[in-house]
C-alpha cells in the first residue's frame, strides 16, 4: 500500500474541491468536471496500486467502469442532497430531518448492494484477493472523501 500513500494526496486535493463545488457559489455545470477529475485521480491510484499483469488489465478496466458508472450514480445523488441540506441546514423540520435520514439509509443499502453484486463481476477477471485488494483500496479512497466532506458538513442546529 505505500503506492497509495504516494498517491492518495491527489485524491485529497480533489476531494477538497468536491464539497466546496456541491456546496459552494459554483453552477452545477461544475461539478461533472470536477467529477470526472476525482474520477481520474481514483483510477490512477487504483492502477498503482492494483499492478496489474497487461493480459489481466483490459478485462478489469471494463468491469471497473461499469462498477464505478454505476457507483457514481449513486454517489450523485448522495452530493445532491448533500448540497441540499447544506442550502437548507438552518431551516430542517423533523419531517424533514427524517425524509434526509430515510434517503441517506436507502443510498447506502444501495451502495452496499451494488458492491455486493460486483464482488462476482470481479472474481471474473481478478483472484478473489485482487478483488479483495480493490475493495480495500476503494474503501480507503472513499473513507478519506467522506471525512473531507464531513469537514465542511454542519451539525443541524438544536
Known sequence: MNALIRVLSVTVLGAALLPGTVMGSHDEADIPAIWADLET??????AENMNLPEGQSSA??????????????LEMEGLMLLREFHEHFEEVTDDRANQIMAAYFSREAKALRLREKFVPHFNKVLSAKQTLRLYQIENKLEAIIQADVSSVTPLVPE
Open 60 to 73: 478489469f478496466w471494463a468491469v471497473y467502469d461499469e462498477y464505478r458508472m454505476e457507483m457514481g450514480e
Open 41 to 46: 485521480n481514483r483510477r490512477a491510484i487504483v
